[in-house]
């Protein structure tokens, strides 16, 4: 049959496919189906893997969080109702006239109620709690439960939260909620915003591109996004943001995935901490729980509607409604978003009426975050370096409790920036010449209380605090005095030193002939005088004869570091040191010897609250507590009647306080550093490239540092002397033991046995001496 | 190179300065008694000065009139044993301490008790940054950081206490126990025997007292 048809053929055979090819093209069809569908599979399979591993342990990684040292409230404590007042608003805490929860206060003249806030401390968790505080004069008078009525005898504040320690690059930084923890008003509004349908879809949402677009158009803008808050979690998750018909792909499929997994609580929980809500600096801002304390210094559960429909508002688009950059976008985000919450019955009419009344009330500066403090978390991170990987740090969501405290730092900084300010308009330099650093520190404990880095203080770049080794100048003469002190036998206060001109050859052949900074001679000088006056004339013949090296020796003894020429210029101050070496130098001296290694860090703590290290106090006596006694009382002197003195201008003259000055070769660096009893502080003044600005320590860093000292609201200087140390009238002419038959009398300290022990002519003792019945023979 | 030291008498050309300088300095003098501490001054009261001889006090004067001219900076004279009248030293840290510090110490004690010995130092720590002159609060460290085998840094601290203390021999003797083990347990025997004798000293001193 067929052969007959074999003529005809020849044409049709050429429509007829042949049945071989049908089957072929079916077999390719569908090996080509089955590989795409293996392939497929084989990207389903890849794609659910990259989600569980992404969120199976999740997840983040969690920079450490660094805190300052909590402020803590006793009957006793020098703060009335105007710093506790600001205290508790740098904390975050709403004057709100009654106690309304956690986080608020309420204050007047004559006393403050407050609710305390939980805080998880490294030695464990603290409840909240409601306290009365009564004012007198003096600050604090007394801490009570605010129910009981039971006086409490210390209140620990929640610690401020100053930082966080984030990779370098594209560091994303986040405080982690639980969705328990979220106020409920966040939850359902942002859903209502962002997402009707959460609870009914299965990853994407049809109803919800209609309903969108649909809104959008009456509207005649964006008002809902399209996308489910799962399709957005996996963006923020896993994609880039470039908008590629792969990616929508890609993103689409892994929400139902996401969805398949995990539940929808999972799911928001995970969304709510993983957003991108802001940026500070080269630090991104996720999640709701950082967000709250970026824009409004509080925990989320303190928000108020106002302030949650900011946050929701700000989903859409960190940076086109930044709050801080974009006011007026932000409100009118905001505002639709509150009248969303009312439509959709979250909040009332009224509700909606206050809320929008309200100013957007965020807090900080234009820049500002919670990145406050760049120069201390600088120091943290140093410190913390060598014990512990960058991982632990970035990833592990460790809590450091610091040492820094916020009314020392804040005082540093304001009077850094205007003193500087003041001192150009005063010298007619142009605005911004000046550079400056400034370190407070504790007395005895080694806390770094404050650090400035530079003018600019909430730039992170160089830290001059840390990292300027500049001459010191004068500020190493009280090591000079110092050394000199220890010989008892050949040295003491009154001791009298030439002013006379000196000069030295050095091993370069050139001669090297100091001057007094005034020039002048001035006669030989007490010792103690010579240094109160800063003469450079009676420190180098001083330095002279104790010798280079032993000099060299007390610096080191007191906290340098660096390996000092051993040149007769070291006398004067010709050494490289930081601000912060200083700090610790002196605070050797304040400490009556003993050396505190300086520390930034009391406590690291697991993310849990495990405690991981702690940092007790260290001392160590470096130097002998009777000479430094001796030079302390020099240094008081430097304040009392030498180049100090302009400090009793702006602090109180019960305020006894030690210190020296230091200027450098042609008034390139201005310094000062000193302490009273229980703060150090250095400052110094400059330029950055080193040129004269023409400053003396006195005119220039002294100027800051006495400001600095007033605000510090610190204790004065004790001075008890030690054991090994005995005080004694002396005739300020002669040197002599002086009574009351002296004028002009000063009660001097001598280490014990190295008291001169002859009466001064003018002394009333004197006279039953033998030399009055000689010298009556002769009249 | 001309260096030259004067023991004292100023030269002529110093006696301007010297002076203007006892000019400055008059309204320096201070009666050498009653030295009372301004600190603790933030909880409102001061530690009583010790009614014994103080270490600034002057000898009786006339003890050195007898004397023939000596040279105007004596050699260093053996000073005669301090009596051994005990003063009226605080004997526990209720009497100079504010109720922060004494609640914080108390918290300390129990902490130390149950062997939380960080907790202890933390909250002696946290005493300290109130009182930072307070001796009993320093002493108390030394212990706890004995307990927690800090040897180095217990026998610093209770050093740092004894040289706050000015002489509180109460202090000085829970001080001294902390060194002598502190150096006993780091090998220091003779250091350790040193230390002891302090202890065996300041308890007889007590006991006769």
Same mark, same amino acid.
């Given at each position: 049959?067929?052969?007959?048809?074999?003529?005809?053929?020849?044409?049709?055979?050429?429509?007829?496919?042949?049945?071989?090819?049908?089957?072929?093209?079916?077999?390719?069809?569908?090996?080509?189906?089955?590989?795409?569908?293996?392939?497929?599979?084989?990207?389903?399979?890849?794609?659910?893997?990259?989600?569980?591993?992404?969120?199976?342990?999740?997840?983040?990684?969690?920079?450490?969080?660094?805190?300052?040292?909590?402020?803590?409230?006793?009957?006793?404590?020098?703060?009335?109702?105007?710093?506790?007042?600001?205290?508790?608003?740098?904390?975050?805490?709403?004057?709100?006239?009654?106690?309304?929860?956690?986080?608020?206060?309420?204050?007047?003249?004559?006393?403050?109620?407050?609710?305390?806030?939980?805080?998880?401390?490294?030695?464990?968790?603290?409840?909240?709690?409601?306290?009365?505080?009564?004012?007198?004069?003096?600050?604090?008078?007394?801490?009570?439960?605010?129910?009981?009525?039971?006086?409490?005898?210390?209140?620990?504040?929640?610690?401020?939260?100053?930082?966080?320690?984030?990779?370098?690059?594209?560091?994303?930084?986040?405080?982690?909620?639980?969705?328990?923890?979220?106020?409920?008003?966040?939850?359902?509004?942002?859903?209502?915003?962002?997402?009707?349908?959460?609870?009914?879809?299965?990853?994407?949402?049809?109803?919800?591109?209609?309903?969108?677009?649909?809104?959008?158009?009456?509207?005649?803008?964006?008002?809902?996004?399209?996308?489910?808050?799962?399709?957005?979690?996996?963006?923020?998750?896993?994609?880039?943001?470039?908008?590629?018909?792969?990616?929508?792909?890609?993103?689409?499929?892994?929400?139902?995935?996401?969805?398949?997994?995990?539940?929808?609580?999972?799911?928001?929980?995970?969304?709510?901490?993983?957003?991108?809500?802001?940026?500070?600096?080269?630090?991104?801002?996720?999640?709701?729980?950082?967000?709250?304390?970026?824009?409004?210094?509080?925990?989320?559960?303190?928000?108020?509607?106002?302030?949650?429909?900011?946050?929701?508002?700000?989903?859409?688009?960190?940076?086109?409604?930044?709050?801080?950059?974009?006011?007026?976008?932000?409100?009118?985000?905001?505002?639709?978003?509150?009248?969303?919450?009312?439509?959709?019955?979250?909040?009332?009419?009224?509700?909606?009426?206050?809320?929008?009344?309200?100013?957007?009330?965020?807090?900080?500066?234009?820049?500002?975050?919670?990145?406050?403090?760049?120069?201390?978390?600088?120091?943290?991170?140093?410190?913390?370096?060598?014990?512990?990987?960058?991982?632990?740090? *970035?990833?592990?969501?460790?809590?450091?409790?610091?040492?820094?405290?916020?009314?020392?730092?804040?005082?540093?900084?304001?009077?850094?920036?205007?003193?500087?300010?003041?001192?150009?308009?005063?010298?007619?330099?142009?605005?911004?010449?000046?550079?400056?650093?400034?370190?407070?520190?504790?007395?005895?404990?080694?806390?770094?209380?404050?650090?400035?880095?530079?003018?600019?203080?909430?730039?992170?770049?160089?830290?001059?605090?840390?990292?300027?080794?500049?001459?010191?100048?004068?500020?190493?003469?009280?090591?000079?005095?110092?050394?000199?002190?220890?010989?008892?036998?050949?040295?003491?206060?009154?001791?009298?030193?030439?002013?006379?001109?000196?000069?030295?050859?050095?091993?370069?052949?050139?001669?090297?002939?100091?001057?007094?900074?005034?020039?002048?001679?001035?006669?030989?000088?007490?010792?103690?005088?010579?240094?109160?006056?800063?003469?450079?004339?009676?420190?180098?013949?001083?330095?002279?004869?104790?010798?280079?090296?032993?000099?060299?020796?007390?610096?080191?003894?007191?906290?340098?570091?660096?390996?000092?020429?051993?040149?007769?210029?070291?006398?004067?101050?010709?050494?490289?040191?930081?601000?912060?070496?200083?700090?610790?130098?002196?605070?050797?001296?304040?400490?009556?010897?003993?050396?505190?290694?300086?520390?930034?860090?009391?406590?690291?703590?697991?993310?849990?609250?495990?405690?991981?290290?702690?940092?007790?106090?260290?001392?160590?006596?470096?130097?002998?507590?009777?000479?430094?006694?001796?030079? *302390?009382?020099?240094?008081?002197?430097?304040?009392?009647?030498?180049?100090?003195?302009?400090?009793?201008?702006?602090?109180?003259?019960?305020?006894?306080?030690?210190?020296?000055?230091?200027?450098?070769?042609?008034?390139?660096?201005?310094?000062?550093?000193?302490?009273?009893?229980?703060?150090?502080?250095?400052?110094?003044?400059?330029?950055?490239?080193?040129?004269?600005?023409?400053?003396?320590?006195?005119?220039?860093?002294?100027?800051?540092?006495?400001?600095?000292?007033?605000?510090?609201?610190?204790?004065?200087?004790?001075?008890?002397?030690?054991?090994?140390?005995?005080?004694?009238?002396?005739?300020?002419?002669?040197?002599?033991?002086?009574?009351?038959?002296?004028?002009?009398?000063?009660?001097?300290?001598?280490?014990?046995?190295?008291?001169?022990?002859?009466?001064?002519?003018?002394?009333?003792?004197?006279?039953?001496?033998?030399?009055?019945?000689?010298?009556?023979?002769?009249? | 190179?001309?260096?030259?030291?004067?023991?004292?008498?100023?030269? $002529?050309?110093?006696?301007?300065?010297?002076?203007?300088?006892?000019?400055?300095?008059?309204?320096?003098? %201070?009666?050498?008694?009653?030295? %009372?501490?301004?600190?603790?001054?933030?909880?409102?009261?001061?530690?009583?000065?010790?009614?014994?001889?103080?270490?600034?006090?002057?000898? %009786?004067?006339?003890?050195?009139?007898?004397?023939?001219?000596?040279?105007?900076?004596?050699?260093?004279?053996?000073?005669?044993?301090?009596?051994?009248?005990?003063?009226?030293?605080?004997?526990?840290?209720?009497?100079?301490?504010?109720?922060?510090?004494?609640?914080?110490?108390?918290?300390?004690?129990?902490? $130390?008790?149950?062997?939380?010995?960080?907790?202890?130092?933390?909250?002696?720590?946290?005493?300290?940054?109130?009182?930072?002159?307070?001796?009993?609060?320093?002493?108390?460290?030394?212990?706890?950081?004995?307990?927690?085998?800090?040897?180095?840094?217990?026998?610093?601290?209770?050093?740092?206490?004894?040289?706050?203390?000015?002489?509180?021999?109460?202090?000085?003797?829970?001080?001294?126990?902390?060194?002598?083990?502190?150096?006993?347990?780091?090998?220091?025997?003779?250091?350790?025997?040193?230390?002891?004798?302090?202890?065996?000293?300041?308890?007889?001193?007590?006991?006769?007292?």
């Amino acid at each position: 049959m067929m052969a007959r048809h074999m003529a005809l053929p020849a044409r049709k055979s050429r429509l007829v496919i042949p049945r071989s090819f049908v089957y072929g093209a079916a077999a390719v069809v569908l090996v080509l189906g089955s590989i795409g569908l293996i392939v497929f599979s084989f990207y389903l399979v890849s794609l659910d893997k990259d989600i569980r591993t992404r969120f199976a342990g999740v997840r983040w990684a969690l920079p450490a969080q660094v805190f300052a040292a909590p402020l803590e409230l006793y009957a006793g404590l020098n703060l009335d109702a105007g710093d506790l007042k600001h205290e508790l608003e740098r904390l975050g805490y709403r004057d709100s006239g009654s106690l309304e929860g956690p986080g608020t206060f309420s204050l007047n003249r004559q006393g403050a109620d407050i609710y305390v806030r939980a805080f998880h401390f490294w030695d464990g968790p603290r409840a909240e709690s409601r306290i009365s505080l009564k004012f007198d004069g003096a600050g604090v008078a007394s801490v009570s439960d605010a129910d009981s009525g039971e006086s409490r005898d210390i209140v620990r504040m929640d610690p401020m939260l100053i930082g966080s320690i984030y990779p370098q690059q594209q560091g994303e930084d986040r405080v982690l909620v639980k969705l328990e923890e979220v106020p409920e008003l966040l939850r359902d509004g942002l859903l209502a915003v962002e997402d009707r349908d959460f609870y009914d879809h299965f990853g994407i949402s049809i109803r919800g591109v209609l309903r969108a677009m649909f809104v959008n158009l009456r509207a005649g803008h964006a008002v809902q996004g399209a996308s489910t808050v799962t399709q957005q979690l996996v963006r923020n998750f896993f994609l880039t943001l470039d908008r590629t018909w792969t990616r929508k792909f890609n993103e689409m499929f892994m929400s139902i995935l996401l969805e398949r997994h995990y539940s929808k609580d999972d799911i928001l929980e995970a969304y709510i901490n993983e957003i991108y809500l802001g940026q500070d600096g080269n630090r991104a801002i996720h999640g709701f729980g950082l967000a709250s304390w970026f824009y409004f210094n509080k925990p989320l559960g303190e928000l108020r509607d106002h302030e949650v429909a900011l946050l929701v508002g700000v989903v859409k688009g960190a940076s086109y409604y930044n709050p801080r950059r974009n006011p007026v976008r932000a409100k009118d985000r905001r505002d639709l978003v509150l009248r969303v919450f009312k439509e959709r019955g979250l909040i009332d009419e009224a509700e909606m009426r206050a809320a929008i009344e309200r100013p957007l009330s965020v807090a900080g500066t234009k820049q500002g975050g919670v990145e406050r403090y760049p120069a201390f978390v600088d120091l943290v991170k140093r410190q913390l370096r060598g014990q512990y990987k960058d991982s632990d740090l *970035t990833d592990e969501g460790l809590r450091i409790f610091t040492t820094l405290d916020p009314r020392s730092q804040e005082a540093l900084e304001r009077n850094i920036a205007q003193g500087l300010a003041e001192i150009e308009k005063s010298r007619k330099l142009p605005a911004g010449t000046l550079e400056s650093a400034g370190v407070v520190t504790s007395v005895g404990g080694g806390d770094v209380l404050g650090i400035v880095g530079g003018r600019d203080v909430r730039y992170s770049g160089f830290n001059r605090a840390l990292d300027s080794r500049r001459s010191i100048g004068s500020l190493a003469k009280p090591f000079v005095y110092l050394t000199a002190l220890e010989q008892g036998d050949r040295y003491n206060l009154h001791s009298m030193i030439d002013d006379e001109p000196i000069e030295l050859r050095l091993p370069t052949k050139q001669i090297w002939s100091p001057m007094n900074y005034d020039r002048k001679l001035h006669g030989p000088q007490p010792l103690y005088m010579a240094l109160a006056q800063s003469y450079n004339l009676p420190t180098v013949r001083l330095g002279l004869e104790v010798g280079e090296k032993a000099v060299a020796n007390t610096l080191k003894q007191a906290g340098y570091t660096g390996n000092p020429a051993l040149v007769p210029s070291m006398f004067l101050g010709a050494v490289d040191v930081a601000p912060v070496e200083v700090a610790q130098m002196y605070g050797t001296i304040a400490a009556g010897g003993f050396q505190s290694p300086l520390s930034a860090i009391r406590e690291v703590t697991t993310k849990e609250g495990e405690p991981l290290n702690r940092y007790p106090i260290r001392v160590k006596q470096t130097l002998p507590e009777g000479p430094v006694y001796l030079v *302390t009382w020099a240094m008081t002197q430097v304040m009392r009647l030498g180049t100090g003195r302009s400090a009793y201008g702006i602090v109180p003259d019960t305020m006894t306080l030690a210190g020296k000055s230091g200027t450098t070769d042609d008034l390139r660096d201005s310094w000062f550093s000193g302490f009273t009893g229980d703060r150090v502080a250095v400052v110094w003044v400059g330029r950055d490239d080193y040129k004269p600005m023409g400053l003396t320590g006195s005119s220039g860093a002294l100027y800051i540092w006495s400001r600095l000292i007033r605000d510090l609201k610190a204790k004065p200087l004790d001075l008890i002397p030690p054991p090994d140390v005995e005080e004694q009238l002396a005739d300020t002419v002669t040197g002599l033991k002086a009574d009351e038959g002296c004028d002009s009398r000063l009660l001097i300290p001598y280490l014990r046995g190295y008291a001169p022990q002859s009466w001064a002519p003018c002394a009333r003792a004197a006279e039953s001496q033998p030399m009055q019945w000689l010298r009556e023979i002769f009249e | 190179m001309r260096i030259g030291y004067k023991a004292c008498f100023p030269a $002529r050309s110093a006696l301007p300065a010297a002076l203007a300088a006892s000019l400055l300095l008059s309204a320096c003098v %201070t009666p050498t008694a009653q030295r %009372t501490s301004s600190w603790p001054d933030n909880i409102g009261r001061t530690i009583p000065a010790p009614t014994a001889p103080g270490p600034g006090q002057n000898p %009786t004067p006339g003890a050195s009139t007898a004397h023939t001219p000596t040279p105007l900076y004596s050699p260093p004279v053996a000073v005669a044993p301090p009596p051994k009248v005990l003063p009226a030293y605080p004997k526990s840290a209720d009497e100079i301490s504010s109720q922060a510090v004494l609640s914080l110490m108390k918290q300390a004690r129990s902490a $130390r008790a149950a062997g939380q010995y960080d907790q202890a130092s933390g909250a002696l720590e946290r005493a300290q940054r109130i009182e930072p002159r307070n001796y009993f609060v320093w002493s108390a460290l030394g212990r706890v950081y004995l307990d927690k085998k800090l040897y180095d840094n217990a026998e610093s601290v209770a050093m740092k206490s004894n040289s706050l203390a000015r002489g509180n021999v109460y202090v000085e003797l829970e001080n001294w126990k902390v060194i002598a083990a502190a150096r006993q347990a780091q090998g220091d025997a003779i250091g350790a025997l040193q230390a002891q004798v302090k202890v065996d000293e300041i308890q007889r001193d007590l006991a006769g007292g």
